[in-house]
């Protein structure tokens, strides 16, 4: 197996889709390379692109307070990636074959990681990672043990910020993810 290191120098140099043609850089994903929890996004848009880094426009500003809250900090105590590396022009969805060639990455990445919990944001993080037709609306904040992980999911920062009257949900969400890293993680929080 792959170090983490080697497996970041392998993934920005892919070219395993057509995304590498379009894409600034590839986002391997931000923070802490040995974190207990480990949070999924959708995939990068035009800021990350640029940055070559996870949720650094509006909605990660969000994300960053969300965090915050329960004491979780990007450059900390948690690692930050995508379901797809590379930015799908003009932010259109990443098709099936283009998240099914990533998915090897993040796969590598969860393998190498062993985080005790996954938390995915949003319904295509979800409908990725725990079951393809995931309802948010139904199924955020609950706990879903898949292969001795345990899964949750919120709403997209960027679902908050169009609708912010889903905020008082995720605080209860985030809540209770504070309460399972307490339960489950020694070097968290
Ligand atoms: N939205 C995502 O899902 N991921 C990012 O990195 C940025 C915005």
């Given at each position: 197996?792959?170090?983490?290191?080697?497996?970041?120098?392998?993934?920005?140099?892919?070219?395993?889709?057509?995304?590498?043609?379009?894409?600034?850089?590839?986002?391997?994903?931000?923070?802490?390379?040995?974190?207990?929890?480990?949070?999924?996004?959708?995939?990068?848009?035009e800021s990350?692109?640029?940055?070559?880094?996870?949720?650094v426009g509006?909605?990660?500003?969000?994300?960053?307070?969300?965090?915050?809250?329960?004491?979780?900090?990007?450059?900390?105590?948690?690692?930050?990636?995508?379901?797809?590396?590379?930015?799908?022009?003009?932010?259109?969805?990443?098709?099936?074959?283009?998240?099914?060639?990533?998915?090897?990455?993040?796969?590598?990445?969860?393998?190498?990681?062993?985080?005790?919990?996954?938390?995915?944001?949003?319904?295509?993080?979800?409908?990725?990672?725990?079951?393809?037709?995931?309802?948010?609306?139904?199924?955020?904040?609950?706990?879903?043990?898949?292969?001795?992980?345990?899964?949750?999911?919120?709403?997209?920062?960027?679902?908050?910020?169009?609708?912010?009257?889903?905020?008082?949900?995720?605080?209860?969400?985030?809540?209770?993810?504070?309460?399972?890293?307490?339960?489950?993680?020694?070097?968290?929080?």
């Amino acid at each position: 197996m792959k170090t983490w290191d080697e497996l970041k120098e392998a993934c920005s140099s892919c070219t395993k889709c057509e995304l590498h043609k379009t894409r600034t850089n590839v986002v391997f994903g931000v923070g802490n390379s040995t974190a207990e929890v480990l949070f999924i996004g959708e995939g990068p848009g035009e800021s990350e692109d640029l940055k070559g880094e996870p949720f650094v426009g509006r909605a990660g500003r969000l994300l960053d307070d969300m965090l915050k809250i329960i004491g979780l900090s990007r450059t900390e105590n948690i690692f930050i990636a995508n379901i797809v590396k590379c930015r799908p022009p003009g932010n259109r969805d990443p098709l099936n074959t283009e998240r099914e060639l990533c998915y090897e990455w993040l796969k590598a990445q969860i393998d190498i990681l062993k985080p005790k919990i996954i938390v995915c944001l949003g319904r295509i993080a979800a409908a990725v990672l725990i079951n393809s037709d995931f309802k948010i609306t139904q199924d955020h904040g609950k706990w879903f043990d898949i292969d001795g992980i345990n899964y949750m999911a919120l709403y997209h920062p960027a679902a908050l910020l169009r609708d912010p009257n889903k905020k008082p949900d995720t605080f209860v969400d985030l809540k209770e993810l504070e309460r399972k890293i307490r339960e489950t993680c020694k070097r968290t929080l």
